[in-house]
Structures are given as C-alpha cells and as structure tokens.
C-alpha cells in the first residue's frame, strides 16, 4: 500500500496543482512538444541547430517584428500578436537539440502561440 501511495503522489500533485502536461507532436511527426509551464512549450529534436535556427528566424519574421537574436547563445527575442514571444535553442547533446517559446501577452501566458509557434519551426526545419 505504501510503495502504491508514493507512486500516485506525483499524479495526485499534478491534477491537484493544475499543471498538466500537454502533449504536442501531431504535425511535427516523431518530435514531441510539451508544455513545461502555463505560457511555454519545449521539444526535443535530431534536427540540426543550424536547421532549427534557420527556421526560427524564418518563422519569426513571418509571424513579428524580432527585437532582439544571437545565435550562438540560441536567443531570439519578438513581438507577435501584441505578445512577447522567446525562442531558445539549447543543445542537448551533439545530435540533439532542445526548442523551446515562450509567449506571453500582457504579463499573461499566450500558450496558443506558443503552440503555434513551435509548431510551425518544427515543420520548417529539414
């Protein structure tokens, strides 16, 4: 009873919490995105990082006005949709590489372009 008890204790946190993990991955194929916070979302990928950035910068002059990027720190910065939008690329390991977008409107989270966001660089990325 005990070891069932430790267990369900982090699934009763999270439903208690009203942090639920939310899963995102049905256009972006075998990569998997999910949402670490209430406005941010985070995958990992075996795309290269000069792919996933060429993307991200794609994908951000499209959707906004970018304010700020470095890419050897991974960084891009843009309003888009009166919202602040952060891309981070961070990688994981030689073949692998963590995307993460943040979007926020307001000081309010903006999870669906966030979602939105990460989708498109992930499906723009080769």
């Known amino acids: 009873m005990k070891k069932m008890v430790l267990?369900?204790?982090p699934l009763i946190f999270i439903?208690?919490?009203g942090c639920a993990p939310l899963i995102i991955g049905g256009a972006v194929g075998a990569v998997g995105g999910y949402a670490i916070s209430k406005d941010t979302v985070q995958g990992e990928t075996d795309r290269s990082?000069?792919?996933l950035w060429n993307a991200a910068l794609t994908v951000?002059?499209?959707r906004g006005q970018i304010k700020f990027e470095d890419?050897?720190?991974g960084y891009i910065e843009l309003t888009a949709e009166s919202s602040k939008v952060y891309i981070r690329l961070i990688r994981v390991t030689e073949a692998t590489t963590r995307l993460r977008v943040q979007a926020r409107?307001?000081?309010f989270p903006n999870m669906n372009l966030a979602q939105d966001i990460?989708?498109?660089i992930m499906e723009q990325a080769k």
């Open 7 to 9: 267990f369900l204790m």
């Open 15 to 17: 439903g208690i919490s």
């Open 49 to 51: 990082y000069d792919s």
């Open 60 to 62: 951000s002059r499209i």
């Open 71 to 73: 890419r050897t720190k």
């Open 105 to 107: 409107k307001y000081h």
């Open 118 to 120: 990460f989708v498109k």
